[in-house]
């Protein structure tokens, strides 16, 4: 099937959103210096904070066109399948060799259906290759299709200085190469790129055990390793935790690295809607108490796998409640924190700082390297006894190739700088700055009238377009005014919610937000894309806020 | 007469009702209503009900105890102590402390500190800097990844060539991508644990035949021939797939390359094929098992290889067909889910392609160097060679087990240890016993590269060979 990103459909069901049009929810947290909304809701002994996190519905006639436009793009694929089979039209995908033509088709027409006839229309707006660093701005590739999008042609022109919504480059350290960054060059001389064995054999570097003990310490914990890949850190790790006789609960949105490393463990896995505590309860209830299905025995553990902020949501986690559920149950918590290390939290140490929890409530946590901090990899933390084993039992330890240097030497620099061991504040300025810059955005975002989901701190903001047509408009218009956006359709997201997702940066200036802004109202209103019927409240205090600009 | 007595019978019953006493009636009538009600309902009743209350699901939820979620690792576990390399990991490296000849890392062409791949990975990180943020879907691709994918696909002479950033996801995600559930995979017992990943996501029917035998393989083709010919609409969508390796990594032997194209054709099974020990190491521009046995590439249906080995790199890619390989751009999870390879390992890949392309010598001499230690180690009293002589990974094995795999793997570590102390840095095959299939008895791994010298290949086996006997006899 097409997957063009994220990860929610490979649960096997296609999840229901619970809409909390309602939106504010409470939840306890420490005085933190950044989040200022604090308001007591009646429960004396909490310090609570206004949390806005909204999943507001959509207008019953967005809906009813939206799939109205599925239903005629799927019409007119049957008719155009229809002329292929006949030789009318001209049919562009690759073919079987002659000599196999008598083997069993490798994959199913049928499967293709979808990617044929609706993906194929609008394949431009995905995979644009770009020729510059991941930055703040950054030069797209321009290429054109002479045939519908089945093959592409490069023009040779670039277009230079495109906005950059789509990375995830959220403390803006992806950047091309200036002085701060001459410690990774000095690495990639005397090392190389490659190490060419594992872990266990011959792959340990001195780089390695320096950058976990960084891992850490940045973490507040007592152990850390480190991988080379971020999505095998999910596939390769939660085998080694959970096996057969064990159960993992699993959020229906999570990543598809953490639906494959459950798959792989062999454990029982029940899913439970997002971010829902009463249906995680109702799941973790049932399943101490009558024990595993068929034999009845007791399960021998329970694994519960959260992320800390969903990427096609912009939801965090409700942290204290499922911390609170896990120890009343006695599960183990696993939390992949992608997208929220770094970007999330007063200091950017994630999910639980922005909640003010001790980390070592948390059993297992997980993160990647690939977004705030501009590398690639990813990392598990926790007590020293759960990263033993780990380093003994982890797949990836044995089998796969450790991390290149010159990749772990960025890390370093990059957790240097957000914990201020450079000596200056400017790491700790990118992680306010962030915190600033998607609130900004997020705010003005609303008053438009846009409906967008998830929680008002999460970088990652999502703006729902709902109908295909209106996905590639959206898309090929933006880029038309130099703003390159990520927009996302089925099967990553429930058919009728396509969506763009936008990720804030630090990087981002005041000014560039603003073009953005702009051209979105622009495009709201050329597209009707304004659907939120909620009251828009004005809040200038805001705009007055001054951006300040990261010295480079 | 005898309708006057009936008659008279009918007559008297009526009568009888209208005299019989009320409390009668209604009596009967219970009665009749109870007989109804018995004939009707269930004549036993179902087991009792058994809805737990409240207080005992709290009792149960009080009780109930989970394993801890990591059982304790010894202290002194092997594995906790790994080798701490300081510096490069390449022919002469720096092993807890200790300089000693690399005989252990994968650096087949010795291309892990070039310079020239060290200057293109470093104009990369000048333009590009480190990460690339994002998935090759979001504005993750860059020019590189293009290059390298046509650059690959060139030297592998295929029609298109796809790169994952990590190894081990390479072929782990491209067999999921094809083999799906009630598929059929024929599959090596010897099989490294990447294809064992794969094969396990993609949940498909594993039937394992000997080691490198292909009457086993007939065999098991030959009983599915049998199976589908009982159900042929089955069949019709029954994918089968033989999944090898070109020289095994657990192993160190060669797959028979040409028996398995035979039997490709004879039973309809696509072959897949991992490349990552024999590509840029056999063939003599280091195409790999293909070209060392000449085969036609487009017989094999997917090749994959990372470029972790003869590259020096970091990553993986698939080449072959478009057919095949463009179904992976959007059905390979490690592909579309993960963010892309970092520009400047791409770029060091490039390089290292060039580099092999300019110097297509450099295989043999590869192969002669992997002769010559072959040769040189064979003749020691208590261990035996595994492996092909033109392989540059190979391993050395107990002739005799102990009877137990700890003190196999005790013994192997002592002259591992003893090496090390003598300068030539050598490592077990390590492997998660509990995990692997078929798991392989325990071994020294011995990595031969270009970088070796003779005196060195020399020195090598002559310390294997005086420790060896120090240790086992």
């Given at each position: 099937?097409?997957?063009?990103?994220?990860?929610?459909?490979?649960?096997?069901k296609?999840?229901?959103?619970?809409k909390?049009?309602?939106?504010?929810?409470?939840?306890?947290?420490?005085?933190?210096?950044?989040v200022?909304?604090?308001?007591?809701?009646?429960?004396?002994?909490?310090?609570?904070?206004?949390?806005?996190?909204?999943?507001?519905e959509?207008?019953?006639?967005?809906?009813?066109?939206?799939?109205?436009?599925?239903?005629?793009?799927?019409?007119?694929?049957?008719?155009?399948?229809?002329?292929?089979?006949w030789?009318?039209e001209?049919?562009?995908?690759?073919?079987?060799?002659k000599e196999?033509?008598?083997?069993?088709?490798?994959?199913?027409?049928?499967?293709?259906?979808y990617?044929?006839?609706?993906?194929m229309?609008?394949?431009?707006?995905?995979?644009?290759p770009?020729?510059?660093?991941?930055?703040?701005?950054?030069?797209v590739?321009?290429?054109?299709?002479?045939?519908?999008?089945?093959t592409?042609?490069?023009?040779?022109?670039?277009i230079?200085?495109?906005?950059?919504?789509?990375?995830y480059n959220?403390?803006?350290?992806?950047?091309?190469?200036?002085?701060?960054?001459?410690?990774i060059k000095d690495?990639?001389e005397?090392?190389?790129?490659?190490?060419?064995?594992?872990r266990h054999e011959?792959?340990?570097l001195?780089?390695h055990?320096?950058?976990?003990?960084?891992?850490?310490?940045?973490?507040n914990v007592?152990?850390?390793m480190?991988?080379g890949?971020?999505?095998?850190?999910?596939?390769?790790?939660?085998p080694?935790?959970?096996?057969?006789?064990?159960?993992?609960l699993?959020?229906?949105?999570?990543?598809?690295?953490l639906?494959l490393?459950?798959?792989?463990?062999?454990?029982?896995?029940?899913?439970?809607?997002?971010?829902?505590?009463?249906s995680?309860?109702?799941?973790?209830?049932?399943?101490?108490?009558?024990?595993?299905?068929?034999t009845?025995?007791?399960?021998?553990?329970?694994?519960i796998?959260?992320?800390?902020?969903?990427?096609?949501?912009?939801?965090?986690?409700?942290?204290?409640?499922?911390i609170?559920?896990?120890?009343?149950?006695?599960?183990?918590?696993?939390?992949?924190?992608?997208?929220?290390?770094?970007?999330v939290?007063?200091?950017?140490?994630g999910?639980?700082?922005?909640f003010?929890?001790?980390?070592?409530?948390?059993?297992v946590?997980?993160g990647?390297?690939?977004?705030?901090?501009g590398a690639?990899?990813?990392?598990?933390?926790?007590?020293?006894?759960?990263?033993?084993?780990?380093?003994v039992?982890s797949?990836?330890?044995?089998?796969?190739?450790?991390?290149?240097?010159?990749?772990?030497?960025?890390?370093?620099?990059?957790l240097?700088?957000?914990?201020?061991?450079?000596?200056?504040?400017?790491?700790?300025?990118?992680?306010?700055?962030?915190?600033k810059?998607?609130?900004y955005?997020?705010?003005?975002?609303?008053?438009?009238?846009?409906?967008?989901y998830?929680?008002?701190?999460a970088?990652?903001?999502?703006?729902?377009?709902?109908?295909?047509?209106?996905?590639?408009?959206?898309?090929?218009?933006?880029?038309?005014?130099?703003i390159?956006?990520?927009v996302?359709?089925?099967?990553?997201?429930p058919?009728?919610?396509?969506r763009?997702?936008?990720?804030?940066?630090?990087?981002h200036?005041?000014?560039?937000?603003?073009?953005?802004?702009?051209?979105?109202d622009?495009?709201?209103?050329l597209l009707?894309?304004?659907?939120?019927?909620h009251?828009?409240?004005a809040r200038p205090?805001?705009?007055?806020?001054?951006?300040?600009?990261?010295?480079? | 007469?005898?309708?006057?007595?009936?008659?008279?019978?009918?007559?008297?019953?009526?009568?009888a009702?209208?005299?019989a006493?009320?409390?009668?009636?209604?009596l009967?009538?219970?009665?009749?209503?109870?007989?109804?009600?018995?004939?009707?309902?269930?004549?036993?009743?179902?087991?009792?009900?058994?809805?737990?209350?409240?207080?005992?699901?709290?009792?149960?939820?009080e009780?109930?105890?989970?394993e801890?979620?990591?059982p304790?690792?010894?202290?002194?576990?092997?594995?906790?102590?790994?080798?701490?390399?300081?510096?490069?990991?390449?022919?002469?490296?720096v092993?807890?402390g200790?300089e000693?000849i690399?005989?252990?890392?994968?650096?087949?062409?010795?291309?892990?500190?070039?310079?020239?791949?060290?200057?293109?990975?470093?104009?990369?990180?000048k333009?590009?800097?480190?990460?690339?943020c994002?998935?090759?879907?979001f504005?993750?691709?860059f020019?590189?990844?293009?290059d390298?994918?046509?650059?690959?696909?060139?030297f592998m002479?295929?029609?298109?060539?796809?790169?994952?950033?990590?190894?081990?996801?390479?072929?782990?995600?491209?067999?999921?991508?094809?083999?799906?559930?009630?598929?059929?995979?024929?599959?090596?017992?010897?099989?490294?644990?990447a294809?064992?990943?794969?094969?396990?996501?993609?949940?498909s029917?594993?039937k394992?035949?000997?080691?490198?035998?292909?009457a086993?393989?007939?065999?098991?083709?030959?009983?599915?021939?049998?199976?589908?010919?009982?159900?042929?609409?089955?069949?019709?969508?029954?994918?089968?797939?033989?999944?090898?390796?070109g020289?095994?990594?657990n192993t160190?032997?060669?797959c028979?390359?040409?028996?398995?194209?035979?039997?490709?054709?004879?039973?309809?099974?696509?072959?897949?094929?991992?490349?990552s020990?024999?590509?840029?190491?056999?063939?003599?521009?280091?195409?790999?098992?293909?070209?060392h046995?000449?085969?036609?590439i487009?017989?094999i249906?997917?090749?994959?290889?990372?470029?972790?080995?003869?590259?020096a790199?970091?990553?993986?890619?698939?080449?072959?067909?478009?057919?095949?390989?463009?179904?992976?751009?959007?059905?390979?999870?490690?592909?579309?889910?993960?963010?892309s390879?970092?520009?400047?390992?791409?770029?060091?890949?490039?390089?290292?392609?060039?580099?092999m392309?300019?110097?297509p010598?450099?295989?043999?001499?590869?192969?002669?160097?992997?002769?010559?230690i072959?040769?040189?180690?064979?003749?020691?009293?208590?261990?035996k060679?595994v492996?092909?002589?033109?392989?540059p990974?190979?391993h050395?094995?107990?002739?005799?087990?102990?009877?137990s795999r700890?003190?196999?793997?005790?013994?192997l570590?002592?002259?591992?240890?003893?090496c090390?102390?003598?300068?030539?840095?050598?490592?077990q095959a390590?492997?998660?016993e509990?995990?692997?299939?078929?798991?392989?008895?325990?071994?020294?791994?011995?990595?031969v590269?270009v970088?070796?010298?003779?005196?060195?290949?020399?020195?090598?086996?002559?310390?294997?060979k005086?420790?060896?006997q120090?240790?086992?006899l």
């Amino acid at each position: 099937m097409a997957n063009p990103g994220g990860g929610a459909v490979c649960n096997g069901k296609l999840h229901n959103h619970k809409k909390q049009s309602n939106g504010s929810q409470s939840r306890n947290c420490t005085k933190n210096g950044i989040v200022k909304e604090a308001q007591q809701n009646g429960k004396p002994h909490f310090c609570d904070k206004l949390i806005v996190e909204s999943f507001e519905e959509a207008p019953l006639h967005v809906m009813v066109f939206t799939y109205m436009g599925y239903g005629i793009g799927t019409l007119f694929g049957y008719l155009r399948d229809f002329l292929r089979n006949w030789g009318i039209e001209k049919c562009n995908a690759a073919v079987e060799r002659k000599e196999q033509k008598d083997f069993v088709p490798l994959y199913q027409d049928f499967e293709n259906f979808y990617t044929r006839n609706l993906y194929m229309r609008i394949r431009d707006n995905w995979n644009r290759p770009i020729c510059s660093a991941p930055g703040p701005l950054f030069d797209v590739m321009e290429r054109v299709s002479d045939d519908y999008n089945w093959t592409f042609r490069f023009t040779g022109r670039v277009i230079k200085d495109v906005i950059n919504m789509g990375s995830y480059n959220f403390l803006g350290l992806a950047a091309k190469y200036d002085e701060s960054m001459r410690t990774i060059k000095d690495v990639l001389e005397v090392y190389g790129t490659g190490v060419a064995s594992t872990r266990h054999e011959m792959g340990t570097l001195d780089k390695h055990k320096e950058l976990e003990d960084l891992v850490a310490k940045f973490l507040n914990v007592e152990a850390a390793m480190v991988f080379g890949m971020g999505f095998a850190t999910n596939s390769m790790n939660i085998p080694a935790l959970v096996g057969k006789g064990c159960l993992i609960l699993s959020d229906e949105l999570n990543h598809t690295s953490l639906v494959l490393g459950a798959r792989l463990s062999g454990a029982t896995i029940r899913i439970f809607k997002h971010n829902n505590t009463q249906s995680l309860e109702k799941l973790l209830r049932d399943a101490v108490i009558y024990g595993q299905p068929r034999t009845r025995r007791a399960w021998k553990k329970i694994l519960i796998l959260v992320e800390g902020v969903y990427s096609m949501e912009g939801s965090i986690v409700h942290l204290p409640q499922i911390i609170a559920l896990k120890k009343k149950y006695k599960a183990y918590l696993y939390i992949d924190e992608a997208h929220s290390i770094g970007a999330v939290g007063p200091t950017g140490r994630g999910v639980t700082e922005f909640f003010g929890l001790d980390p070592h409530e948390v059993d297992v946590l997980m993160g990647t390297f690939t977004k705030s901090f501009g590398a690639s990899g990813g990392y598990i933390a926790g007590r020293k006894d759960l990263v033993d084993y780990l380093r003994v039992h982890s797949h990836s330890a044995v089998y796969a190739s450790s991390m290149s240097p010159p990749i772990a030497e960025q890390i370093i620099r990059s957790l240097k700088l957000i914990m201020g061991l450079d000596g200056t504040t400017q790491g700790l300025q990118r992680v306010q700055q962030l915190a600033k810059n998607t609130r900004y955005f997020r705010q003005r975002l609303q008053e438009m009238g846009f409906i967008i989901y998830g929680n008002e701190n999460a970088s990652v903001v999502p703006l729902l377009l709902y109908m295909p047509g209106k996905v590639a408009a959206f898309a090929r218009h933006m880029l038309e005014k130099k703003i390159g956006v990520v927009v996302v359709g089925f099967p990553a997201t429930p058919l009728a919610e396509a969506r763009a997702r936008f990720c804030v940066s630090a990087a981002h200036t005041r000014e560039m937000l603003d073009t953005v802004l702009e051209a979105l109202d622009e495009m709201g209103d050329l597209l009707q894309l304004k659907y939120s019927r909620h009251k828009k409240s004005a809040r200038p205090e805001l705009y007055d806020e001054t951006s300040f600009e990261l010295e480079d | 007469m005898a309708t006057a007595t009936e008659q008279w019978v009918l007559v008297e019953m009526v009568q009888a009702l209208y005299e019989a006493p009320a409390y009668h009636l209604i009596l009967e009538g219970i009665l009749i209503l109870w007989i109804i009600r018995l004939l009707f309902s269930k004549t036993y009743k179902l087991q009792e009900r058994s809805d737990l209350t409240v207080k005992e699901k709290e009792e149960l939820i009080e009780e109930w105890q989970p394993e801890p979620l990591v059982p304790p690792v010894p202290k002194d576990h092997p594995a906790l102590n790994y080798n701490i390399v300081s510096g490069p990991p390449s022919h002469k490296t720096v092993v807890n402390g200790k300089e000693c000849i690399n005989f252990a890392s994968f650096n087949f062409l010795g291309l892990l500190d070039n310079p020239r791949v060290k200057a293109a990975a470093l104009a990369s990180l000048k333009k590009y800097g480190v990460g690339t943020c994002g998935p090759r879907g979001f504005y993750g691709t860059f020019d590189v990844h293009l290059d390298l994918e046509e650059r690959l696909a060139k030297f592998m002479k295929t029609e298109e060539a796809i790169i994952y950033s990590y190894g081990f996801a390479t072929i782990a995600s491209a067999i999921p991508a094809y083999s799906k559930r009630g598929d059929i995979v024929f599959v090596d017992r010897a099989a490294c644990f990447a294809i064992q990943k794969g094969l396990q996501a993609s949940r498909s029917d594993i039937k394992l035949f000997k080691h490198n035998d292909m009457a086993d393989l007939e065999r098991l083709l030959k009983e599915q021939e049998i199976e589908d010919q009982k159900n042929p609409r089955k069949a019709r969508v029954t994918r089968r797939f033989i999944v090898v390796e070109g020289l095994y990594m657990n192993t160190g032997t060669i797959c028979p390359l040409p028996e398995l194209v035979k039997l490709k054709y004879k039973y309809k099974a696509r072959i897949f094929l991992e490349e990552s020990l024999s590509f840029g190491v056999l063939g003599e521009h280091g195409r790999g098992v293909t070209e060392h046995y000449g085969i036609n590439i487009d017989d094999i249906d997917l090749i994959s290889a990372n470029m972790e080995n003869a590259l020096a790199s970091i990553g993986g890619f698939c080449c072959g067909r478009s057919f095949v390989i463009d179904h992976q751009r959007l059905s390979g999870q490690g592909y579309c889910f993960s963010a892309s390879l970092p520009p400047l390992l791409a770029a060091a890949a490039i390089e290292a392609l060039n580099i092999m392309e300019e110097n297509p010598g450099i295989f043999a001499v590869l192969k002669e160097k992997c002769g010559q230690i072959h040769k040189a180690l064979q003749g020691i009293s208590g261990l035996k060679v595994v492996g092909e002589s033109l392989s540059p990974a190979f391993h050395l094995q107990l002739e005799e087990s102990t009877g137990s795999r700890e003190q196999d793997v005790r013994l192997l570590q002592e002259i591992v240890d003893q090496c090390m102390n003598r300068s030539i840095a050598l490592t077990q095959a390590r492997y998660l016993e509990k995990e692997e299939k078929c798991l392989p008895p325990p071994s020294i791994r011995v990595v031969v590269t270009v970088e070796q010298t003779e005196e060195e290949l020399e020195r090598a086996a002559s310390t294997i060979k005086e420790v060896a006997q120090a240790v086992l006899l």
